[in-house]
């Protein structure tokens, strides 16, 4: 599937808080997307799109210092196993290093698999639980860490020929 990551902008607000509403059990307000491509400095929005301009996924991601925080991210379930939510990732993610992070965090649902398992992919640790964090469900969230050697591995890894 051909598709390209580029910045979010404030037109792409609407499709993207569609795409919330249809994967997340509590989604974000509208308001809280507009905010986070016009106002919030630390925010490091990414949409994937197709060839036909069609939203894919985002990633919403807060830099702090040396520290990026995933604070959303989702792809259509239309487009899910297709590569798109790892390419989002690893592209923020570089994005943020070449901005001096070197260390990442996030809170994901303990039930939310296919996610943890990205997110082990990309080195993520678990590092602690928070009990009964969503509201809908009172679901753990799952806290995990990218540490730095890990981090820098995910994109200064020597290949072997």
């Known amino acids: 599937m051909n598709f390209q990551i580029r910045k979010m902008t404030p037109e792409d607000v609407a ?19 507009r905010f986070e491509t016009v106002e ?28 990026i ?9 239309d487009f ?11 592209h923020g993610l570089k994005a943020a290093w070449d901005e001096g992070a070197r260390t990442s965090f996030l809170e994901v649902r ?5 996610a943890i398992h990205l997110y082990q992919k990309f080195g993520y640790e678990e590092t602690g639980i928070r009990k009964s964090y969503y509201q809908d ?8 860490t990218l540490y730095p050697l890990a981090y ?8 072997t020929p």
Do not use: C
Request: aromatic share 12%.
């Open 80 to 90: 899910r196993q297709r590569g798109i939510g790892g390419a989002l990732l690893r």
């Open 110 to 114: 303990s039930g939310n698999t296919s």
């Open 137 to 144: 469900n009172h679901e753990d969230a799952l806290m995990m």
């Open 40 to 67: 919030n400095t630390a925010a490091r929005n990414w949409v994937a799109e197709n060839t036909e301009r069609k939203i894919l996924g985002f990633l919403i991601l807060w830099l702090i210092l040396d520290e």
């Open 69 to 77: 925080h995933v604070a959303n991210f989702a792809v259509s379930p």
């Open 152 to 159: 820098q591995n995910n994109f200064f890894r020597q290949e």
């Open 15 to 33: 499709n993207v808080f569609e795409i919330d509403q249809q994967t997340a059990g509590l989604y974000w307000p509208l308001s809280s997307y």
